[in-house]
């Protein structure tokens, strides 16, 4: 049985509604099939606290995958799919006004770390009706970059990473839980042909 996780994340800057947790939202609804147990959670936008949440998510529920979703604040209507995360450059403050010791998040962990999941295997052979799709090896070293690296490192490189895009009239949270849905399912396909 797969567990999978998807946290996303809370209000922050300009956005008080934030794309990526009503995106996951929808993704619940629709589930991902009768073997997944899906379990959402929304991180908060503070560095140390979703640490500690996603060391708490690898450590207990030990999941297959666990996919991080995170808004995007570009006016472009696109889904991004994260390759990797990076380790040190974390200079901006988090919702507390905090950045991590050293601006870093694991002090002698690797610069950067690959997902298990091949980004662009998957772009190749997913597409969305209505949006575009593209390839990514750099989250933007803020929370959402963080926690992938984070995740990445506890996980083994289980972990991956999609940016969403804020909502609008032709981007609407069903639409993005539709899109999540499509390319979730395409990830545990490969986490599959991984395995065997």
Known sequence: ??????????????????????????????????????????LPVVYQKAKEQVCKIWTTLQPLLTVHVG???????????EQCGKNKGYQERD??????????????????????IN??????????EGIDIILSRDAGRYICDYTYYTSLYYGNGRAAFIHVPPLSESV?????????QTIILAMLEQCGEQRE
């Open 119 to 128: 980004m662009k295997t998957l772009w190749k052979n997913v597409s969305v």
């Open 172 to 180: 609407t949270a069903e639409f993005l839980g539709k899109a999540l």
């Open 95 to 116: 919702a507390c006004g905090f950045h991590p010791e050293g601006a870093c998040c694991v002090l002698d962990g690797p610069e950067k770390i690959e997902s298990a």
């Open 1 to 42: 049985n797969l567990l999978s996780f998807f946290p996303g994340f809370g209000p922050f800057r300009q956005y008080l509604v934030n794309s990526s947790w009503e995106a996951v939202k929808e993704l619940s609804k629709r589930g991902l099939g009768e073997n997944i147990d899906l379990q959402i959670m929304q």
């Open 71 to 81: 808004l995007a604040s570009s006016t472009t209507a696109l889904i991004i799919l």
